[in-house]
């Protein structure tokens, strides 16, 4: 049987895809899976539905990508992604608030994420 998509499109496109879709549907909650805290509990901010567009781009971009089998396009993407990923952890750790934010916030997922990202790219798993 023909490999249809790579481990690592595979995962990935579908991993931001769902993830872009959640944050559509509960912007919110979203904040809270990203490590921020809601700016406005009556509204949330237009910054998730701009998140939310990134990663179906991003999922898009994985799923393509992998199916046109473009090795060297996926581990260009999955090192930006990285680089995304470390930003985010950035973005938590200042902006965090109490919560969320410094040491005791959810930057180590957005960091450790981006690490793994980067071995992936280093060493082409799954690409």
């Not at 998140?51 to 781009?57: F, K, P, R, S």
Request: hydrophobic share 45%; aromatic share 10%; charged share 10%.
């Amino acid at each position: 049987m023909t490999e249809i998509l790579a481990p690592t499109p595979a995962i990935l496109g579908t991993s931001m895809l769902g993830l872009g879709i959640y944050r559509i549907l509960s912007p919110r909650q979203a904040y809270t899976l990203f490590g921020l805290p809601l700016p406005d509990p009556s509204e949330p901010s237009p910054f998730i539905y701009n998140c939310a567009g990134q990663d179906l781009t991003l999922g898009a971009a994985y799923l393509l990508l992998g199916a046109q089998k473009n090795r060297e396009g996926l581990r260009a993407l999955v090192l930006a992604t990285a680089i995304a990923a470390h930003a985010d952890a950035h973005t938590v750790w200042v902006h965090g608030g109490n919560e969320y934010g410094g040491w005791k916030g959810k930057w180590v997922g957005h960091a450790l994420g981006g690490v793994v990202l980067v071995a992936v790219a280093w060493r082409g798993w799954g690409v």
